[in-house]
């Protein structure tokens, strides 16, 4: 099994509909991320979680929101999906440590018509 | 303020010569350089970092990057590219001491010809 599973692999929604992407691990890391991929853009930070009861914002949180259940799952939330989020999104980990590596999920890729 | 240049969107390299993906970053302070690789439908893969000490740095699969402080730079190299090499890399950034998270760049679609 996967160390960072993500949930759902691909999602097709339309314009105003509520879509919640899921993101658990296994690798124990306190650290846990939500990045964004564009084809020329790389990967834009949306939210960062470094516990339970820690969540930061990243670079591109406007219509995004995010919840960290538990150490092991953060989950991204659009409250009203628009054309421009259709995206490839990616979850991370890291151990607690500011030159720590990122382990990434596979990728959730989400369409909105 | 960080942020990291990949100048090259694609690369064609023939198998068995060296190959280079080219990055170089722009901070203020002392830098963290990370490379990521990402192969079709898969999510990113850490291949080496550079931290502090020795400019050369090793990595995966056996691949290497070398620090250049005076030209910024943070070039991924192999000796003799394989086929299987042929995926998206992404050069990364962070400050030293900064609560700033990792800034990507735009990524080099590295494609080695048989």
């Known amino acids: 099994d996967a160390d960072v599973t993500q949930t759902p692999r691909n999602r097709i929604t339309k314009t105003g509909k509520r879509i919640m992407l899921e993101c658990s691990q296994t690798?124990?890391?306190?650290?846990m991320y939500w990045y964004r991929q564009d084809p020329g853009l790389g990967l834009r930070l949306i939210y960062y979680s470094f516990d339970v009861k820690d969540i930061n914002k990243g670079e591109i949180s406007d219509g995004y929101s995010v919840s960290r259940q538990a150490q092991a799952k953060f989950s991204l939330s659009l409250e009203s999906a628009i054309p421009n989020q259709t995206a490839l999104y990616f979850c991370?980990?890291?151990?607690?440590?500011?030159?720590?590596?990122?382990?990434f999920g596979e990728g959730s890729r989400l369409t909105v018509l | 303020a960080q942020s990291v240049a990949q100048p090259e969107d694609q690369v064609n390299v023939a198998e068995g010569n060296p190959l280079t993906v080219k990055c170089t970053y722009s901070v203020s302070g002392n830098p963290y350089l990370f490379w990521y690789v990402q192969y079709p439908n898969r999510g990113l893969q850490f291949l080496l970092k550079?931290?502090?000490?020795?400019?050369l740095v090793k990595g995966s699969y056996g691949f290497e990057a070398e620090f250049n402080k005076s030209q910024t730079s943070f070039h991924l190299k192999k000796p003799s590219a394989l086929v299987s090499d042929s995926a998206l890399y992404f050069c990364?950034?962070?400050?030293?001491?900064?609560?700033?998270?990792?800034?990507f760049g735009s990524g080099t679609q590295l494609t080695v010809l048989p």
């Open positions: 991370a980990t890291s151990a607690l440590t500011n030159t720590g590596e990122l382990f």
């Open positions: 690798k124990g890391h306190d650290r």
């Open positions: 550079y931290i502090t000490g020795d400019n």
């Open positions: 990364a950034v962070r400050v030293s001491g900064s609560a700033r998270q990792l800034t």
